[in-house]
């Protein structure tokens, strides 16, 4: 089991030393760093500067938002990155929600998500192979442009550029169940955001379809400390902004995904509280249950106990969200 260093997406300004947690993980012996966006830094840039600081380390986006880009446009910045640092990148994938996608990126959230992404994943790699000029009738990212409001002069095109590999891993953010059984069919890998190894059963069907070598990285909550329940905080913290807010009172895939784990009335409760302003209760509603089952929080002899569960599951790579120096290189003395 392989780690690798989470560092998200930057809050109201950069995350502080961000270069200096992923050249610390680079030293302990991490296999990659990862960087994501939501709707203010973006993805792409700070991984290039950690590109520049970095020589060993794998760079990863987890994840770059589908919304954010044209899939050429995407394809363009993993060919790019991946020439600079010297065949380090894989790029991680995901959808977002309506909220997001229609309310920051100004675009219609697709009827068929399924659709969309098994599309914009296709255009990705025919960029990426360089075989012949790119094509695809799709529904959802056609090319060239078939609309009757457009010029009509669209020209098939092959990249200038010739990537350093063709083959660029390509990872998915899914949470349904027919979400991860096409990750399974169509991509490298699956970025799970809560992933629970005690429930690992959950996603046997799903990944039934996965080849020899797919990679199962869940990003993973980790702090070494003495209080459980002080460490479990801002866990509970973020689950209740995510599962409360990241999404529509009819249409929330964070509180989907609680509930499918077995906590659907407390997911339910959680997004009516924060949904009527009452954040704070609905930070004290999330289950330190759950939290706990999602990440690696406690003393040194919890965590190593703990681990073991980890490793028994389909996990491939543990993508440890913690910018704690110390909480790194006990991880990295337990597992690697």
């Known amino acids: 089991m392989r780690l690798g260093l989470a560092l998200g997406y930057w809050g109201a300004a950069p995350t502080e030393d961000f270069v200096g947690l992923a050249q610390e993980a680079e030293r302990l012996g991490y296999g990659s760093v990862w ?48 020439h600079l640092s010297g065949g380090r990148f894989t790029l991680g994938l995901g959808l977002s929600g309506p909220q997001v996608v229609e309310g920051w990126y100004g675009r219609p959230f697709p ?9 914009y994943v296709d255009v990705v790699r025919q960029v990426l192979r360089r075989e012949k000029p790119v094509v695809l009738d799709g529904a959802y990212h056609p090319l060239p442009y078939p609309g009757q409001d457009g010029s009509g002069l669209g020209k098939p095109l092959k990249s200038i550029l010739h990537p350093l590999r063709p083959d660029v891993p390509i990872l998915l953010g899914a949470e349904g169940p027919r979400n991860i059984a096409q990750t399974a069919r169509i991509a490298d ?13 959950l996603y046997t069907d799903a990944l039934a379809a996965a080849r020899p070598g797919f990679t199962v990285a869940p990003l993973v909550h980790a702090r070494v400390c003495t209080d459980v329940e002080a460490g479990l905080a801002p866990i509970r913290a973020m689950l209740g ?34 949904l009527a302003g009452q954040q704070a209760e609905a930070v004290a509603a999330v289950p330190a249950a759950f939290a706990d089952e999602i990440s690696l929080v ?17 996990v491939t790579d543990l993508l440890l969200t913690s910018r704690d120096p110390q909480t790194l290189r006990t991880l990295a003395e337990l597992v690697l």
């Open 241 to 274: 902004f995510y599962i409360g807010g990241m999404g529509a009172r009819g249409r929330n895939f964070h509180a989907d995904l609680m509930a499918r784990m077995g906590y659907e009335s407390e997911a339910r409760r959680i997004q009516e509280l924060f």
């Open 35 to 82: 960087t994501a966006e939501a709707w203010g830094s973006d993805v792409f840039t700070p991984l290039t500067w950690i590109a520049a600081h970095t020589s060993r380390i794998a760079l990863g986006t987890a994840v770059a938002q589908m919304a954010a880009r044209t899939p050429t446009a995407t394809a363009m910045h993993a060919m790019t990155l991946d």
């Open 111 to 119: 009827r068929s998500p399924l659709t969309s992404i098994r599309e």
């Open 298 to 314: 406690g003393p040194r002899e919890r965590i190593a106990e703990r681990l073991e569960a980890w490793r028994a599951a389909p």
């Open 189 to 201: 890998g699956w970025l799970p955001l809560y992933f629970s190894p005690e429930r690992a059963h």
